[in-house]
């Protein structure tokens, strides 16, 4: 007869290494800047060619995704020096 594996088996976590770690910070601020800032250009553009409003939605876009990226790095940030 086979025996199953016991569903009571401890896993120990892994640490993850300090490359690890910080790489994936580097991704993840590179992601935080550059998301918000190139989609709200995307989103600026595109809503200017479909309202036909030349660059109002660029300019109140591209501040906008400076914004937001600016609050996502601080709050990462904030994150990192708690942790």
């Given at each position: 007869?086979?025996?199953?594996?016991?569903?009571?088996?401890?896993?120990?976590?892994?640490?993850?290494?300090?490359?690890?770690?910080l790489?994936?910070?580097?991704?993840?601020?590179?992601?935080?800047?550059?998301?918000?800032?190139?989609?709200?250009?995307?989103i600026?553009?595109?809503?200017?060619?479909?309202?036909?409003?030349?660059?109002?939605?660029?300019?109140?876009?591209?501040?906008?995704?400076?914004?937001?990226?600016?609050?996502?790095?601080?709050?990462?940030?904030?994150?990192?020096?708690?942790?």
């Amino acid at each position: 007869m086979i025996e199953s594996p016991s569903l009571n088996t401890k896993t120990t976590k892994v640490p993850k290494s300090t490359a690890y770690l910080l790489l994936f910070t580097i991704l993840n601020t590179t992601l935080r800047a550059f998301v918000p800032t190139i989609g709200g250009t995307i989103i600026g553009v595109t809503l200017d060619n479909l309202l036909n409003k030349a660059p109002l939605f660029t300019f109140i876009m591209i501040p906008l995704g400076f914004t937001v990226s600016a609050i996502l790095i601080v709050l990462q940030i904030n994150k990192v020096k708690k942790s």
